[in-house]
């Protein structure tokens, strides 16, 4: 499928691209290129091929699930202006 000058010219439109007289022949020769590497690729047959998730079909190191930090909630509302059974109290925003 070869694209053609107004082929482009709409798709820069539609696109809201802002292309000026000189640029359309390389854009229409750049896009051609690439339909061209699809046609390609859509050729290969791909029969018993099976589909990865990821090329490296790596397995993801996990960390251990430890608690790493300690328990500072008394500390912290320690220093807060209002709480209440553990939990910070604030002023109503919403009505």
């Known amino acids: 499928m070869a694209l053609e000058r107004s082929d482009v010219e709409k798709i820069a439109h539609l696109a809201r691209l802002g292309l000026n007289e000189a640029e359309i022949p390389a854009t229409t020769d750049t896009l051609n290129n690439i339909l061209g590497?699809?046609?390609?690729?859509?050729a290969v047959n791909t029969d018993g091929v099976e589909p990865l998730s990821h090329p490296l079909e790596a397995t993801q190191r996990l960390?251990?699930?430890?608690?790493t930090e300690s328990n500072n909630r008394d500390?912290?509302?320690?220093?807060a202006p209002a709480v209440e059974s553990g939990l910070f109290l604030v002023p109503k925003v919403i009505e």
């Open 37 to 42: 590497l699809i046609d390609q690729m859509q």
């Open 63 to 67: 960390r251990a699930d430890q608690v």
């Open 75 to 79: 500390a912290y509302q320690a220093i």
